[in-house]
T-cell receptor, first 116, second 117 residues
Framework: AQKVTQAQTEISVVEKEDVTLDCVYE???????LFWYKQPPSGELVFLIR??????QNEISGRYSWNFQKSTSSFNFTITASQVVDSAVYFC?????????????FGTGTKLQVIP | GAVVSQHPSWVICKSGTSVKIECRSL??????MFWYRQFPKQSLMLMAT?????????EQGVEKDKFLINHASLTLSTLTVTSAHPEDSSFYIC?????????????FGPGTRLTVL
């Protein structure tokens, strides 16, 4: 069984503050992919990043950065200098492919509110 | 590339009627399509996985006769909510996978908001 835990249900920060969204996953598969998605109020999922289990290199994309720690099964997401437009629900997801089937498990999401 | 569309974007229907939602992969062939359901302020819950030309695999607790899924081609999957009731009101999202160079990645449609009166 696989599981994704996003312990933070809601976070509020003041604009320009940095914020880290936590994600912890569980899987028995050695090959897997981790994702972060942003879901604004419109509902459409916006892909942010994909990371495979063999690539532990951290990544930075503009104000976004991701810290993949295989030893702790975590894939945390940091937004630097947050902006109001960052307000959304963020989902962490785990994807595996075994037995001929692809399976994606989503975390429960973290609602981020950036206050101007 | 890898664009997925859904139609309609939103639908309001009377209780007892059936509603069909279409999911299309516009620029790639999707060997597998997934249907998710999302209640307000909750996560996405996988309803079923469908491979082109074969029957859908439903997750535990999802009624097959209630939520009919057809994946007749590599670019189209449909979800039909039969005899809809107010408790079926939800946000339905499809995703498509199978792009060779994007192994293990799903591409999500924009979602369909269903309201059953």
């Amino acid at each position: 069984a696989q599981k994704v835990t996003q312990a933070q249900t809601e976070i509020s920060v003041v604009e320009k503050e940095d914020v880290t969204l936590d994600c912890v996953y569980e899987t028995r598969d050695t090959t897997y992919y981790l994702f972060w998605y942003k879901q604004p109020p419109s509902g459409e999922l916006v892909f942010l990043i994909r990371r495979n289990s063999f690539d532990e290199q951290n990544e930075i994309s503009g104000r976004y950065s991701w810290n993949f720690q295989k030893s702790t099964s975590s894939f945390n997401f940091t937004i630097t200098a947050s902006q109001v437009v960052d307000s959304a629900v963020y989902f962490c997801a785990l994807s595996t492919f075994s037995g001929g089937y692809q399976k994606v498990t989503f975390g429960t999401g973290t609602k981020l509110q950036v206050i101007p | 590339g890898a664009v997925v569309s859904q139609h309609p974007s939103w639908v309001i229907c009377k209780s007892g009627t059936s509603v069909k939602i279409e999911c299309r992969s516009l620029d790639f062939q999707a060997t597998t399509m997934f249907w998710y359901r999302q209640f307000p302020k909750q996560s996405l819950m996988l309803m079923a996985t469908s491979n082109e030309g074969s029957k859908a695999t439903y997750e535990q607790g999802v009624e097959k006769d209630k939520f009919l899924i057809n994946h007749a081609s590599l670019t189209l999957s449909t979800l039909t909510v039969t005899s809809a009731h107010p408790e079926d009101s939800s946000f339905y999202i499809c995703s498509a996978g199978g792009l060779a160079e994007k192994y293990n990645e799903q591409f999500f449609g924009p979602g369909t908001r269903l309201t059953v009166l």
